[in-house]
């Protein structure tokens, strides 16, 4: 994040994101369950159309829009299953990179210690 948030923080609003939207996985398969509906798999050809949506240069919710609203219920949560693993795929990328900057840069708290610390010692030689 562009602010002064800490990577603490931000490792645990990605988390709580990432946990939310498994919920809503979970909500979605069991509608799909309870209504006998397929539960599309990686292979099934909708889901390779949907799959595949991410690519156009020109993308936006209108793009997604004939799969969700303009499409029956079973079409229509199949398509949210299949945004739902792109954005989570997404959001674990993000999740690994903030694990190895903390890992790498420490957090917040810790930047701001070596700081202080740096510039006591600049003081102390000049």
């Known amino acids: 994040m562009a602010s002064g948030t800490s990577k ?17 996985l979970q909500d979605f398969q069991d509608f799909l369950r309870l209504k006998d509906f397929i539960l599309w798999g990686k292979d099934h050809p909708l889901s390779k159309t949907v799959r595949g949506l991410c690519y156009r ?3 936006s919710y209108a793009t997604y829009m004939p799969y969700i609203e303009k499409a029956p219920p079973e079409v229509a949560a199949n398509t949210m299953i299949c945004l739902i693993h792109q954005t989570n ?5 993000q999740l690994r990179a903030l694990e190895k900057d903390f890992l790498d840069q420490g957090g917040f708290t810790e930047r701001l210690y070596r700081s202080r610390t740096q ?8």
């Open 8 to 24: 603490k923080i931000e490792l645990k609003l990605v988390g709580i994101a990432r946990a939310s939207l498994e919920e809503l």
């Open 119 to 126: 510039a006591r010692k600049n003081k102390w030689k000049n």
């Open 57 to 59: 240069k020109d993308r």
């Open 89 to 93: 795929y997404l959001l674990d990328q």
